[in-house]
């Protein structure tokens, strides 16, 4: 059974650069599926980050993606969140999930099968 | 401004059945790109509940159903039941993020 658990700081300076990771327990990190974040502003609904293969191949939110920097590290079963000049905009639940990408009954599939239990992080001075 | 349109809020009565409508555009849905649900209770982190349209992971009821149609798809619950009482959102693939797209969620109210 596969978890995930995420770690960083809850309290973020604005401007400065949020840092979050997220640790995998049993699976092999490096078979096939790939990892994302996404997050949940209060009272709000769900948005996409970015994802990663455990080979380092990223998609990120095109949104997000020029403050956005998502990194593995398949030594430790952990991939890392950057999200850089941050925001109030940017306080947020932050969870890290295992992403499934593949062909399944003649379409492809991009869902979300495990989430981390999620950490609130707060963008304020 | 979510990518994906849901209404806000639904309601039944125990034992009923409701559905939770999911509307797309040509970049995800309309492009054909299959449909996935979530269930997310209170305080608690999203769950998949039904991932290809129509299909349940391991320890989810068959009460719940997914269904999709031209840009849109749809998430029925039959039997309700109070525990059922969350926020639902509908997700896809989307090809203009490469990435995926969320509905705004609908708040399930057992009455």
């Known amino acids: 059974q596969v978890q995930l658990q995420e770690s960083g700081p809850g309290l973020v300076k604005p401007s400065e650069t949020l840092s979050l990771t997220c640790t995998v327990s049993g699976y092999s990190f490096s078979s096939g599926y790939y990892w994302g974040w996404i997050r949940q502003s209060p009272g709000k609904g769900l948005e996409w980050i970015g994802s990663?293969?455990?080979?380092?191949?990223?998609y990120y939110n095109p949104s997000l993606k020029s403050r956005v920097t998502i990194s593995v590290d398949t030594s430790k079963n952990q991939f890392s969140l950057n999200l850089s000049s941050v925001t109030a905009a940017d306080t947020a639940m932050y969870y890290c999930?295992?992403?499934?990408?593949?062909?399944?009954?003649?379409?492809?599939?991009?869902?979300?099968?495990?989430w981390g239990q999620g950490t609130l992080v707060t963008v304020s001075s | 401004q979510s990518v994906l349109t849901q209404p806000p809020s639904v309601s039944g009565a125990p034992g009923q059945r409701v559905t939770i409508p999911c509307t797309g555009t040509?970049?995800?849905?309309?492009?054909?790109?299959?449909v996935h649900w979530y269930q997310q209770l209170p305080g608690i982190a999203p769950k998949l509940l039904i991932f290809?349209?129509?299909n349940r992971p391991s320890g989810v009821p068959d009460r719940f159903s997914g269904s999709k149609s031209d840009t849109s798809a749809s998430l029925a619950i039959t039997g309700l039941q109070a525990e059922d009482e969350a926020d639902y959102y509908c997700q896809s693939f989307d090809t203009s993020l490469s990435g995926s797209v969320f509905g705004g969620g609908t708040k399930l109210t057992v009455l």
């Open positions: 990663i293969y455990h080979s380092g191949i990223t």
């Open positions: 040509s970049s995800n849905i309309g492009a054909g790109y299959d």
């Open positions: 290809g349209n129509n």
């Open positions: 999930a295992r992403e499934d990408r593949r062909y399944g009954s003649g379409s492809f599939w991009v869902y979300f099968d495990s």
